[in-house]
């Protein structure tokens, strides 16, 4: 069936160096796309999306990456803080009528001083 | 402004015990609702959704139901709860149309024993 899955399931990085986290997706159909943080013991917090019809956003520290040739899209977070540590979900919208988010499985990151 | 409320935080219930999680939306109206549920270290799986008062859909066959009894208020149920129904339980909605981003709430982590 198609999915939205993540490359890498944990990633370390130094302070201040940049993140990169990836994901995969399947359903060439998908428009449109969201990046989560979520901490330990809470709900996910929405970071930035991007639409089918851009190839790059940028927030705070963020970027999106969105490579519709090859179905993948990327998350790069610049100068990480300890702050960042957290797991990062990638979602899509799923085919259902109530426009639900599809997930993938996370990636958890983690930042050393 | 829009916020999510969802309750209890924390939850331990015996097996064979029922069930209720409340989650209710304020600020808005005629959201998209939904109930994911997270295993531990695991992404988020879609339970419920719905797009209107008393229309619920369900994703995966369970021992749970939901039901949405007014328009900003969504209800997760179980009659008799079974130990793999521990878990992390997120409500969160969303403005219909399906290009913006879910709000979830803080979660409920439900243990059975």
């Known amino acids: 069936g198609e999915s939205v899955g993540l490359h890498l399931p944990t990633l370390s990085v130094q302070e201040g160096d940049n993140s990169i986290i990836n994901c995969a997706y399947s359903n060439s159909a998908s428009d449109y796309f969201i990046w989560y943080k979520q901490e330990s013991g809470k709900g996910p917090q929405f970071i930035i999306d991007?639409?089918?019809?851009?190839d790059k956003r940028q927030g705070q520290r963020v970027t999106v990456l969105l490579n519709k040739t090859v179905k993948h899209l990327s998350l790069q977070i610049a100068a990480t803080q300890p702050g960042d540590s957290a797991v990062y979900f990638c979602?899509?919208?799923?085919?259902?009528?109530?426009?639900?988010?599809?997930f993938g499985k996370g990636t958890s990151l983690l930042v050393t001083p | 402004s829009q916020t999510i409320h969802q309750w209890p935080a924390t939850l331990v219930q015996p097996v064979g015990s029922p069930l209720s999680l409340e989650c209710t939306v304020e600020g808005t109206s005629n959201p998209n609702l939904y109930w994911y549920r997270q295993a531990a270290g695991r992404g988020l799986q879609l339970l419920f959704y719905?797009?209107?008062?008393?229309?619920i859909s369900s994703e995966v066959p369970q021992n749970l139901s939901a039901s949405r009894p007014q328009d900003r208020q969504f209800i997760l149920s179980s009659k008799k709860l079974l130990l793999s129904d521990s878990g992390f339980y997120l409500c969160?909605?969303?403005?219909?149309?399906?290009?913006?981003?879910?709000?979830f709430g803080q979660g409920t982590r439900l243990t059975v024993v």
């Open positions: 979602a899509e919208n799923g085919p259902g009528a109530g426009y639900a988010l599809n």
């Open positions: 719905s797009v209107g008062i008393g229309q």
């Open positions: 969160a909605w969303r403005w219909t149309g399906g290009n913006t981003e879910a709000f």
């Open positions: 991007i639409r089918s019809n851009m």
